[in-house]
Nanobody, 130 residues
């Protein structure tokens, strides 16, 4: 399983960015996928996840500003980030659930907990200046 993020960069407050994540080595169509971020010296924060049926879940800190989406073949995951703030500056990760946790999760919805995602990309840095 490989997840490769791109699209990070440096922007001014109020601007937008779109992060992309290309998944390979597995078929992500049945699994939860999502985006997390990590601030320096801090734990990872779940931002947005999307289920195989297209249902999405967002953290309160980004709901209304960030949108998660997938392309038609579900091999590419996106995070559209609008109205960026300096406090959004962090390392952003693409994550995937995988078959083992998919079986364990059963009918439960996707979660924003890092425990639900064993596969992580290498991260892409987002820096927002005021």
């Amino acid at each position: 399983v490989q997840l490769v993020e791109s699209g990070g960069g440096s922007v001014q407050a109020g601007e937008s960015l779109r992060l992309s994540c290309v998944a390979s080595g597995f078929t992500p169509s049945r699994y939860c996928m999502g985006w997390f971020r990590q601030f320096p010296g801090d734990q990872r924060e779940g931002l947005a996840v999307v289920a195989s049926d297209g249902t999405t879940y967002y953290a309160a800190s980004v709901e209304g500003r960030f949108t998660i989406s997938q392309d038609n073949n579900m091999q590419t995951l996106y995070l559209h980030m609008n109205s960026l703030k300096p406090e959004d500056s962090a390392l952003y990760y693409c994550v995937a659930e995988g078959p083992d946790l998919w079986i364990k999760r059963g009918a439960q919805p996707c979660s924003l907990s890092a425990d639900g995602f064993p596969y992580w990309g290498q991260g892409t840095q987002v820096t927002v200046s005021s």
